[in-house]
């Protein structure tokens, strides 16, 4: 299988900048979308932001110019850089990768999440 691990995350005043990162470990074939997700205290979990393994990028309406995804192909990485934070941004963030993954002697889909990583804005 394949595991996502999420590292960056923390405390940080309204105004301020944290930078996520999640890398992914496997017998990966490749890699399709690397999304990171949101989950806030009594609320469902939202897309933040995608992108292809062609590096377009899709970003929510409430992050659209303060978050930046990006990735690194050949780390099997993807990040997110988020400046500007808002109280509002506070949540769990997760990630979530697609692809296909080396099983027996042909290859088989996965879609993974990580564990997920709190980032608290104080106002």
């Known amino acids: 299988q394949v595991q996502l691990v999420e590292s960056g995350g923390g405390l940080v005043q309204a105004g301020g900048s944290l930078r996520l990162s999640c890398v992914a470990s496997?017998?990966?074939?490749?890699?399709?979308?690397m999304n990171w997700y949101r989950q806030a205290p009594g609320k469902q979990r939202e897309l933040v932001a995608s992108?292809?393994?062609?590096?377009?990028?899709n970003y929510a309406d409430s992050v659209k110019g303060r978050f930046t995804i990006s990735r690194d192909n050949a780390k099997n990485t993807v990040y997110l850089q988020m400046n500007s934070l808002e109280p509002e941004d506070t949540a769990v963030y997760y990630c979530?990768?697609?692809?296909?993954?080396?099983?027996?002697?042909?290859?088989?889909?996965?879609?993974?999440w990580g564990q997920g990583t709190q980032v608290t804005v104080s106002s």
């Open positions: 979530n990768a697609d692809g296909r993954i080396l099983r027996s002697i042909s290859s088989a889909p996965f879609n993974s």
């Open positions: 496997g017998l990966i074939l490749s890699i399709g979308a």
């Open positions: 992108i292809t393994s062609g590096g377009s990028a």
